[in-house]
């Protein structure tokens, strides 16, 4: 068995990080809604602010998934959390225990910041990642709908 490894994203991964997301996309049927510049991505990820962070996991020294991730804020536990914004893996490498990694790494993480809450959204037609998440004691949270302002309605509204 080939040994997996978890390790930060550095400015050289930004094209496998790119790969990863089209192909999360791909696999989301949402490849119409990757509209992201390489360039941009990279300085977002790694320049002078980084916007967020990014786990690669590897098995066997390769590339074969990712975790991009963010801080949030918890104003009723009065704590920071950590914000999974995407968890991908390769399907060649599925089930072999790479995905669990990256989100056991990511849970180690937000105990070592003192995090109040790792959170994420799932698509509710994707059944075998919700098992899997609930295989690790993650709950869904009822009465809670996510909201969106993007586009033109973001231009208009902050322009207001």
Same mark, same amino acid.
């Given at each position: 068995?080939? #040994? ?5 994203? $550095?400015?050289?991964?930004?094209? $496998? ?128 709908? $996510? ?8 231009? #208009? $509204?902050?322009?207001?």
């Amino acid at each position: 068995m080939l #040994r997996i490894s978890i390790r930060p994203a $550095t400015r050289d991964d930004v094209a $496998t990080i790119a790969g990863f997301i089209r192909a999360l996309a791909v696999y989301e049927k949402l490849e119409h809604e990757v509209r992201f510049d390489e360039a941009e991505l990279g300085a977002n990820l790694f320049g002078p602010d980084p916007k967020a962070e990014v786990l690669i996991g590897e098995i066997g020294g390769v590339a074969l998934g990712f975790a991009l991730f963010f801080s949030i804020f918890s104003t009723f536990e009065g704590k920071p959390g950590i914000w999974l914004e995407d968890l991908f893996v390769q399907d060649q490498a599925r089930g072999q225990g790479l995905g669990k990694a990256l989100l056991l790494h990511l849970a180690g993480l937000a105990h070592g910041r003192g995090c109040a809450r790792l959170e994420w959204s799932v698509l509710d037609w994707n059944a075998p990642s919700i098992a899997f998440y609930r295989s690790l004691g993650a709950k869904s949270l009822d009465g809670w709908m $996510t909201m969106r302002l993007e586009g033109g309605a973001l231009d #208009r $509204t902050g322009r207001d």
